[in-house]
């Protein structure tokens, strides 16, 4: 694991989240994109699911467009709402699986709480934010709207 974060960070290649840097290259990206101002998202919010039971499992329609408007991949979604729901996920095309019955309110419950906790800066409260691992394994939110870095729990 080692072995393959070190040539990431050489490389700069994304991993299934983000990209592995150091806090210092963080910080020099975070700075470097200060002085660009960010669209406002006056408009923001925070998607809700379409999703369906069927039978034993449970379809999310949409998560392209949760993953759209979060910026970040649907496999990363999919990684989240596996650790949050505690029960397997697949992506298959356009929707995502759960292998259990949960109900529309507790799965937008949910994915509220991805966004707040890892998509919207809690800083400036703006969703311009990326999500990245630090050499020794810690998973910052960069904020690109108002430079704030920031640790979060890791759920991978
Ligand atoms: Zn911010």
Same mark, same amino acid.
């Given at each position: 694991?080692?072995?393959?974060?070190?040539?990431?960070? *050489?490389?700069? #290649?994304?991993?299934?989240?983000?990209?592995? %840097?150091?806090?210092?290259? !963080?910080?020099?990206? =975070?700075?470097? &994109?200060?002085?660009?101002?960010?669209?406002?998202?006056?408009?923001?919010?925070?998607?809700?699911?379409?999703?369906?039971?069927?039978?034993?499992?449970?379809?999310?329609?949409?998560?392209?467009?949760?993953?759209?408007?979060?910026?970040?991949?649907?496999?990363?979604?999919?990684? *989240?709402?596996? #650790?949050?729901?505690?029960?397997?996920?697949? %992506?298959?095309?356009?929707? !995502?699986?759960?292998? =259990?019955?949960? &109900?529309?309110?507790?799965?937008?419950?949910?994915?509220?709480?991805?966004?707040?906790?890892?998509?919207?800066?809690?800083?400036?409260?703006?969703?311009?934010?990326?999500?990245?691992?630090?050499?020794?394994?810690?998973?910052?939110?960069?904020?690109?709207?108002?430079?704030?870095? *920031?640790?979060? #729990?890791?759920?991978?």
């Amino acid at each position: 694991m080692q072995q393959i974060m070190q040539s990431n960070i *050489y490389q700069n #290649k994304p991993i299934t989240s983000g990209v592995i %840097l150091s806090y210092d290259e !963080l910080l020099d990206r =975070a700075f470097a &994109q200060l002085p660009k101002l960010s669209i406002e998202n006056v408009d923001f919010k925070i998607p809700e699911a379409d999703s369906m039971i069927q039978g034993s499992k449970t379809i999310i329609r949409n998560i392209s467009q949760i993953a759209d408007v979060a910026r970040r991949s649907r496999e990363d979604i999919a990684k *989240y709402l596996t #650790k949050e729901l505690a029960a397997p996920i697949s %992506l298959d095309g356009s929707t !995502l699986n759960i292998s =259990a019955r949960i &109900q529309a309110n507790q799965l937008n419950e949910k994915i509220k709480r991805y966004f707040d906790t890892y998509i919207i800066c809690k800083e400036c409260h703006k969703p311009d934010t990326k999500i990245a691992e630090t050499q020794r394994g810690y998973v910052v939110i960069v904020c690109e709207a108002c430079g704030a870095i *920031y640790t979060v #729990k890791n759920y991978q």
